[in-house]
């Protein structure tokens, strides 16, 4: 079937019953790539646990299932753009829903952890393109004031998937059947999606996309930088940072990768950049990308660190775990479904004030959390935590989305929302890094101080314990230094939102002078929420 080249913005006189239904049907079919996407996103992270004896790997080796994922999926998010421009999005998402398809299939059969980290590589490529994709149709294909509608039922459907029925349904089958079934659901999502895109997908959404040549210089910097540097920071604290001359050289590379790929991109010689930084000239949209990659490192904690307290530590089930998990994502849906509502509210304080009620929720869940952690802390007592965090997710999320591009150009907005989502994958990436270090650092000082404080002791204390054995005098020393590691590791949360705060005025927006001279990404427009949200400017 010939697709046509372009389609029409919604809601305009000229939108005819074909671009109708092929906007429909590329909307379903987003919702379910991305649905599909973040389901194995939070399944994978539930059941690290349980991959280990599977597939015969230590707790370590089995977090390179995130690691590897999220360097892929980086990689992905900053070739999203140019790549959609040169085949299409019809063909470039038809391919990457069935090469997620087909990757979830070799998840699910990997008898050994290279060959599930091949398949984990392929998903992340694939999977990295979904979201940034949506939100640039979002731009390219409704008309502003129609644009919030749409948006929120994507959010919902994505939130409820991926943080509430994800890991209940992952954990029941984790613990009834194997973790291996939880890659059913999003096979079969994708290939709906695939026949979505092919059969109704058109391959440009605005009549000013032009296929350019490859960055071929540029790709391989990007994923020389990104796998090097992924490589370095997963490591590290296995095998010893610097100590190690293997890592010292995957750290080297990584970096001068990354720094001549950010030259190349600016150099006049590069006639087609795969990312055009002229963007961040624009304050709203620097300011958005600081703070995503800072937002991208407090995700990082609902998406390893909780887990691997509540499985490691607290020794829950997989569905257990799951449906404390599920909180956060009720109330993360919960926000979404009264977002419109409590667009209002919010109508003097602006996307900044969201920003900054989001980012104080944010902190008093990591200090709850922090507050409550124990060996045997009753279930009851993290509903709350867990609840704030959902509602800081639920809230920070699309409000930064949408505030950053609040001045942004809808032509510039695949090239922007590449290197937004970028950042954010790279905060979350180093937001797991950080939490498993901090963890481990934490872990081995606390393990001393504990045994030096025991030998300390008066007599009559060291009489009683001369009953246990030294494996469980170990164990209890372990698990209480694990208790202390986790309360830092949340206390160290709570630092960086409140270190996020700071950043946050980068996105208030002053309009200036009128000047014939003014570029598209000056326009004035107000980064309030409502403004944004409503498409008033």
């Known amino acids: 079937m010939t697709q046509p080249a372009h389609a029409p913005p919604i809601g305009t006189v ?25 389901w194995t996103t939070s399944g994978v992270s539930l059941t690290l646990t349980d991959l280990t004896g599977t597939l015969s790997a230590s ?45 979830s299939v070799g998840c699910a059969l990997s008898s050994d952890l290279s060959t599930f980290l091949l398949f984990r590589v392929i998903a992340g490529f694939a999977g990295g393109a979904f979201l940034v994709r949506a939100f640039v149709f979002f731009t390219q294909q409704y008309e502003a004031t129609v644009r919030p509608t749409p948006l929120v039922g994507y959010a919902i459907a994505y939130f409820f998937v991926g943080r509430f029925l994800s890991p209940v349904v992952c954990g029941w089958l984790a613990d009834v059947a194997s973790w291996r079934f939880l890659f059913v659901v999003p096979t079969i999502l994708l290939l709906t999606a695939a026949w ?46 610097l100590e190690s001359s293997t890592l010292t050289t995957f750290f080297l590379v990584g970096v001068t990768a990354n720094s001549v790929f950010v030259l190349w991109e600016l150099s006049s ?15 709203l949209a620097r300011g958005g990308a600081i703070l995503g990659f800072l937002v991208g490192v407090l995700l990082a904690g609902s998406l390893y660190v909780i887990p691997q307290y509540l499985r490691n530590l607290e020794v829950h089930s997989a569905l257990q775990t799951g449906v404390l998990l599920s909180i956060g994502g009720a109330s993360s849906v919960l926000v979404l479904c009264c977002f419109r509502s ?13 920003l900054l009620f989001a980012l104080a929720v944010e902190i008093a869940s990591q200090l709850l959390f922090a507050h409550f952690v124990t060996i045997d802390t009753p279930d009851r007592d993290l509903w709350l935590p867990l609840a704030l965090n959902g509602i800081f997710i639920g809230l920070s999320v699309p409000t930064l989305g949408i505030v950053a591009f609040a001045t ?50 008066n007599l009559s204390v060291l009489v009683q314990a001369s009953f246990l054995s030294d494996r469980t005098l170990s164990a209890m020393v ?20 409140a270190i996020t705060v700071f950043f946050v005025p980068l996105l208030s927006y002053r309009a200036a002078a009128p000047s014939p001279t003014r570029t598209s990404l000056d326009e004035p427009a107000s980064a309030s929420l409502p403004q944004a949200a409503g498409g008033r400017t």
């Open 269 to 283: 010689w590069n006639r087609y950049p795969l990312l055009d930084f002229a963007i961040l000239r624009n304050s």
């Open 342 to 354: 409590i667009i209002p509210l919010f109508a003097k304080i602006g996307g900044t004030g969201v």
């Open 408 to 457: 942004v150009d809808n032509q510039k907005a695949s090239n922007g929302r590449a290197m937004y989502y970028g950042c954010r994958q790279l905060g979350a990436s180093m937001g797991v890094t950080l939490s498993a270090v901090l963890i481990d650092r934490r872990m081995s000082l606390h393990s001393s101080r504990l045994f030096d404080a025991f030998v300390n002791r």
């Open 14 to 38: 000229g939108a005819d019953k074909t671009g109708e239904v092929s906007r429909a049907a590329t909307l379903a079919a987003l919702i379910l790539a991305s649905a599909a996407e973040t």
């Open 196 to 241: 979505l895109f092919d059969r109704h997908g058109a391959n440009h959404w605005a009549k000013e996309d032009s296929r350019k040549p490859l960055d071929s210089i540029g790709i391989g910097l990007l994923i020389l930088g990104a796998v090097c540097l992924q490589t370095a920071l997963s490591r590290g604290e296995v095998d010893g940072w």
């Open 59 to 103: 707790s370590d080796q089995a977090s390179w299932a995130l690691t590897v994922y999220m360097a892929a999926f980086a990689v992905s998010i900053a070739l999203s753009d140019r790549l959609s421009l040169k085949y299409g999005n019809r063909h470039y998402l038809t391919a990457l829903s069935l090469s997620y398809a087909v990757a």
């Open 478 to 497: 372990r698990k209480q230094s694990s208790v202390l590691s986790y309360a830092d590791t949340f206390y160290t949360m709570a630092f960086v939102a």
